[in-house]
């Protein structure tokens, strides 16, 4: 793989400054609104103007863009506010009319990425080019999918990379449209520590309520942007009407978000940061040898079952435990989300434990 050092370097050519902000409609609907969102976002911290133009949508029906059309409205817009371009392209035909229209950013939807044959297509189509590219995560928490669109755009020789985190689906209730399942970032991050790092709250939340705490979150693991869907009037949108924000809630958001310092030379702090890291590290030595305990009499629990020919799986059980976890983790600072993540897991190894021992 590349050495990917000087990666961050295209941010400069977007002003530099933390957090980059792109921000726009989810939908290019009239050029009258494309204009009025652009002439808005001049009072806001953006310096790049979002739009789809083609509309992936998972159930046909919806709106699903309003074609080639809206790539010229998004370039009046540029030419009167000066505000750089950015939309999703699909395939090399989007990209095409993409680049004639000289749109400066192009993103690669979460629906595109987890297909190598869609995603190897758009990359060699842009074989070399300067435009920046960003690509968001799959739909599905898949960190090597992530990885290989990646390495793709790489190896097509094009260096203006970086990402876009806008959270995984999962079966089932949650607070959020699409889980942040912040580790699979943090990963991905660890391995191309210089790829600009990009949050889109609007389609992790579904919610524009939720976005402002997400946006901290993100600045407080070091993101480099903000992707965030923005319109003139939210709740007339043609799509996503209930994740989108009006440009001046937009600004209100930006200048109530703390950035922080990514290091201290404070000696107190590193003193206070050593100690508690201790403590961190001892707790974390604590709980994994409280699960390799646990896991050994799961194992007890699994022979003493094939002695009497009994079931592995005990549904009220397994209830029992996990309505007693809940209880006692909730009121605690320990959300129920977290807390049934947490015992899915550790349930699920204890019946591969326990299935291990009835086979034997
Ligand atoms: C979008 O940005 O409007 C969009 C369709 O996003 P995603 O690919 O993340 O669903
Ligand atoms: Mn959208």
Known sequence: MKNTTALKNWLTKFG?????????????????????TAHQLKNTKAKVLRAGIWKPRTRPGNFEGVGALGLSWLQKAKQETGLLTATEVANPVHVDLALKHDVDILWIGARTTVSPFVVQEIAESLKGTDKTI?????????????????????????????????GFSSYGASKYRNIPEWQIPIDLQQQFPDLPLILDPSHISGDRKLIFELCQTALDLNYDGFMIETHPEPKKAWSDAAQQITPARLQEITEALT???????????????????????????????????????????GVLKRKQNVSLLQAERWAEILDKMIKAGNGNGLSEEFILRIFKAIHQESLEHQHKKIQE
């Open 16 to 36: 530099n400054e933390t957090p980059f902000l792109i921000a726009g409609p989810c939908s290019a609907e009239t050029e009258e609104q494309v204009l009025k």
């Open 259 to 301: 950035v922080r310092k990514k290091v201290s030379e404070s000696k107190d702090f590193l003193e206070d940061l050593a100690t508690l890291r201790l403590k961190i590290d001892r707790l974390d030595t604590t709980l994994i040898q409280a699960l390799i305990k646990r896991m050994q009499v799961a194992d007890e629990i």
């Open 134 to 166: 960003l690509i968001k995560n799959p739909v599905n928490p898949d960190l090597a999918l992530w990885l290989g669109a990646v390495e793709r755009f790489y190896k097509q020789d094009i260096e203006n990379l970086g990402v876009i985190h806008r």
